[in-house]
Nanobody
Framework: QVQLVESGGGLVQAGGSLRLSCAAS????????MGWFRQAPGKEREFVAA????????YYADSVKGRFTIFRDNAKNTVYLQMNSLKPDDTARYYC???????????????????WGQGTQVTVSS
């Protein structure tokens, strides 16, 4: 079993930055590929970024490419999402997730993830 706890959300003005953290606990959490997803009211959950178990491969949604960076510190069992140049359209609840199976490469497919955190709210004002 893997437990995930997100933190770092908040209210920020357009153009600002936030860093989200996802602390993982449970068995061999450093062996899982991880992803960040977001969900705005009335919309489906959408992919934001993913990182392989080793950190060597990273994927981004086109809407955040060049502005967001995903990285991980396996010694701390934590995955981060650095968000720069935030826009009002980035307003959503952000979730981290652990991919099914170990030693994965990461995926943009929400159905490939087994474990989810409770999310952290990000609100970007114009």
């Amino acid at each position: 079993q893997v437990q995930l706890v997100e933190s770092g959300g908040g209210l920020v003005q357009a153009g600002g930055s936030l860093r989200l953290s996802c602390a993982a606990s449970g068995r061999t959490t450093s062996s899982y590929a991880m992803g960040w997803f977001r969900q705005a009211p009335g919309k489906e959950r959408e992919f934001v970024a993913a990182i392989s178990w080793s950190g060597g491969r990273k994927y981004y949604a086109d809407s955040v490419k060049g502005r967001f960076t995903i990285f991980r510190d396996n010694a701390k069992n934590t995955v981060y999402l650095q968000m720069n140049s935030l826009k009002p359209d980035d307003t959503a609840r952000y979730y981290c997730a652990a991919e099914k199976g170990v030693y994965g490469l990461g995926s943009s497919n929400v159905n490939q993830y087994d474990y989810w955190g409770q999310g952290t709210q990000v609100t970007v004002s114009s």
